[in-house]
């Protein structure tokens, strides 16, 4: 009787998420930015994705790198143009980062000194 009563909880749960979560949460896909050798770093610009792929709001991108060589720091339009963030920007500098794209624009950059500016930046679209 409990197992019945515990299997009919899970069911319950899994039925509640399909039901409350965002479609496009649920369709999310991840993609490796830059390539699986280099990942991120100042060879960027010639992402292809970036360029050809339209993404979803809620995609995942995964920025591998080796952690200390660079960070990646999600910004805006203004900060990405002139290659700085906010003090209380959160960088990322595990190596292994996942951020979840929004819908619009979405805006990265490295926030080593010169990596920016030498174009280790990153523009990608989410509709």
């Given at each position: 009787m409990a197992v019945?009563?515990?299997?009919?909880?899970?069911?319950?749960?899994?039925?509640?998420?399909?039901?409350?979560?965002?479609?496009?949460?649920?369709?999310a896909e991840s993609y490796f930015v830059g390539d699986r050798i280099y990942g991120w770093d100042f060879n960027i610009s010639n992402w292809p994705k970036a360029k050809a792929f339209t993404f979803k709001p809620g995609d995942e991108l995964v920025f591998t790198y080796e952690p200390g060589k660079y960070d990646v720091v999600p910004v805006n339009d203004i900060e990405y143009d002139n290659c700085g963030h906010a003090l209380d920007s959160k960088v990322y500098r595990s190596g292994n980062d996942k951020i979840n794209?929004?819908?619009?624009?979405?805006?990265?950059?490295?926030?080593?000194?010169?990596?920016?500016?030498?174009?280790?930046?990153l523009r990608v679209f989410a509709k």
């Amino acid at each position: 009787m409990a197992v019945r009563g515990g299997s009919t909880a899970v069911v319950a749960i899994v039925l509640m998420l399909f039901f409350v979560l965002p479609r496009d949460m649920v369709d999310a896909e991840s993609y490796f930015v830059g390539d699986r050798i280099y990942g991120w770093d100042f060879n960027i610009s010639n992402w292809p994705k970036a360029k050809a792929f339209t993404f979803k709001p809620g995609d995942e991108l995964v920025f591998t790198y080796e952690p200390g060589k660079y960070d990646v720091v999600p910004v805006n339009d203004i900060e990405y143009d002139n290659c700085g963030h906010a003090l209380d920007s959160k960088v990322y500098r595990s190596g292994n980062d996942k951020i979840n794209l929004v819908d619009g624009s979405n805006y990265f950059i490295s926030d080593f000194p010169n990596h920016c500016e030498s174009g280790m930046k990153l523009r990608v679209f989410a509709k």
